[in-house]
């Protein structure tokens, strides 16, 4: 009976769909900014400097991207760029300039910039979550 009582109610739009037993619906996406403006222009340079010759900008966006870094730590991206990049001498760029390559690609897939830099230590970085918007989000 309380159960057809809410469904006559949610029905005429007084009550949630969440309120009859339905799963409320998801929370928007987190949108909060990891990197700055300022650090994604820094980091096009480097870019431009050390990884054009074998990767064009367009190589990190797009559902490539989205699979393989979508609700992955920051800190896994920043790690493996280091570690494997620039191909003639992976490891060669500073801790500072390895985020500020990061904060360009974060860029390019379309998160949103904020007041502050990327960090650059390895314990700043890994509780930030990349959230990739969906194409049309």
Not at 107 to 116: D, E, H, I, S
Request: proline fraction near 14%; glycine fraction near 8%; charge should be positive.
């Amino acid at each position: 009976m309380l159960r057809s009582a809410a469904l006559v109610l949610a029905g005429l739009g007084l009550l949630p769909p969440c309120a009859w037993g339905q799963d409320p619906p998801p929370p928007p996406p987190d949108t909060t900014p990891l990197y700055s403006a300022a650090q994604a222009r820094r980091g096009q340079t480097l870019y431009d400097k050390h990884c054009v010759t074998c990767h064009s900008a367009s190589t990190h966006t797009g559902a490539a991207f989205r699979l393989a870094w979508d609700k992955q730590s920051v800190y896994e991206m920043w790690e493996q760029i280091r570690t494997t990049m620039p191909l003639d001498g992976p490891g060669k760029l500073s801790p500072r300039e390895y985020a500020d390559i990061v904060a360009y690609i974060l860029k390019l897939n379309r998160l949103p910039a904020g007041p502050a830099d990327l960090p650059s230590e390895p314990d700043a970085l890994r509780p930030l979550v990349i959230r990739v918007p969906r194409p049309g989000g």
